[in-house]
């Protein structure tokens, strides 16, 4: 079993900055794929964006197009941890952001694949 654990949300004005962390115990060398959510009031929960190692040290992104150029995952596996840098803000990208983690093969965009939740961070972008 892997556990994750988010920080780093908050505040942030339209066209500032946000990174959140996720750090990762346990199991994590099942967890080939970290794949970050969101989900705002009222509103299904969406794919942000996904890392995943193909193997030892090589791995890719991929992101949503809603946050496509403006949002990065990296990731420092000496700390077992994602980033997720979000640049750029908008009102629209206010929601709580969750970390995931998975093994095995699929549709990494979908959460349903997902093994491991955080506990969620909130986001709140306004002015």
């Known amino acids: 079993q892997v556990q994750l654990v988010e920080s780093g949300g908050g505040w942030a004005q339209p066209g500032g900055s946000l990174r959140l962390s996720c750090a990762a115990s346990?199991?994590?060398?099942?967890?080939?794929?970290m794949g970050w959510f969101r989900q705002a009031p009222g509103k299904e929960r969406e794919f942000v964006g996904y890392?995943?190692?193909?193997?030892?040290?090589?791995?890719?992104?991929v992101y949503a197009d809603a946050v496509k150029g403006r949002f990065a995952i990296s990731s420092d596996t000496a700390k077992n941890t994602v980033y997720l840098q979000m640049n750029s803000l908008k009102p629209d990208d206010t929601a709580s952001y969750y970390c995931?983690?998975?093994?095995?093969?699929?549709?990494?965009?979908?959460?349903?694949?997902?093994?491991?939740w955080g506990q969620g961070t909130q986001v709140t972008v306004s002015s």
């Open positions: 346990g199991r994590t060398s099942i967890a080939f794929t």
């Open positions: 995931a983690a998975r093994g095995g093969y699929g549709d990494y965009t979908d959460a349903v694949g997902y093994d491991a």
């Open positions: 890392i995943r190692w193909i193997s030892g040290s090589a791995y890719y992104t």
